[in-house]
């Protein structure tokens, strides 16, 4: 069976995009974007609701071409295109690359995919997150959170119908006060 994280960045009050879906307040040191970089390359499968799926397609495939990618970002680019990815949309057609488009019921999908073979799983996409959350399919929960209060948008947790217990796994520290901590579920 494989597991699966939510991974994201995330604001001191708890939200990964502020109002109007900005994520100015997220930029990473070299630091923590090489962090990223290795949690790309480790990923066994990337589930993306649409609007994260947009974002990252936007920029990603062609990042290790445009005039001064640093090679982080051509690393990245690489790893990020190589990375098998299931999108999940009711909205969009078609995906590319090596993404595959599900279209149906997401939580049996990513339960069917969960029940199976093959290296970890990350979900991103707070929308399609809370929807692995409220029926039990997160393994683990991981942090990066920025010293920023943005005040509104997009929150990190969503409401759920009951308790998550969680067991601490790792704390790290970052460059500019952000620090990463990782929590597993207790089953």
């Given at each position: 069976m494989r597991t699966l994280a939510f991974a994201m960045n995330v604001s001191l009050d708890g939200y990964v995009a502020a109002p109007g879906d900005d994520l100015g307040w997220?930029?990473?040191?070299?630091?923590?974007?090489?962090?990223?970089?290795?949690?790309?390359?480790?990923?066994?499968?990337?589930?993306?609701g649409r609007r994260l799926?947009?974002?990252?397609?936007?920029?990603?495939p062609t990042a290790d071409r445009q005039p001064?990618?640093?090679?982080?970002?051509?690393?990245?680019?690489?790893?990020?295109?190589?990375?098998?990815?299931?999108?999940?949309?009711?909205?969009?057609d078609a995906v590319d690359g090596n993404a595959r488009l599900v279209t149906g019921d997401a939580v049996a999908e990513i339960a069917r995919l969960r029940a199976g073979e093959g290296g970890p799983?990350?979900?991103?996409?707070?929308?399609?997150?809370?929807?692995?959350?409220?029926?039990?399919?997160?393994?683990?929960?991981v942090l990066v959170t920025h010293p920023v209060l943005v005040g509104g948008g997009t929150p990190f947790f969503a409401p759920l119908d009951a308790w998550v217990d969680l067991a601490l796994v790792e704390t790290r520290p970052f460059p500019d006060g952000v620090l990463l901590t990782r929590y597993g579920t207790r089953r």
């Open positions: 997220s930029t990473p040191s070299d630091e923590l974007f090489q962090w990223w970089s290795d949690r790309v390359a480790a990923t066994g499968l990337a589930l993306y799926w947009e974002t990252m397609d936007a920029h990603w001064g990618a640093t090679p982080a970002h051509v690393e990245y680019a690489r790893r990020w295109r190589a990375m098998p990815k299931v999108v999940f949309s009711s909205t969009i799983m990350d979900i991103g996409g707070a929308t399609l997150a809370a929807a692995a959350m409220r029926a039990g399919l997160v393994d683990e929960y």
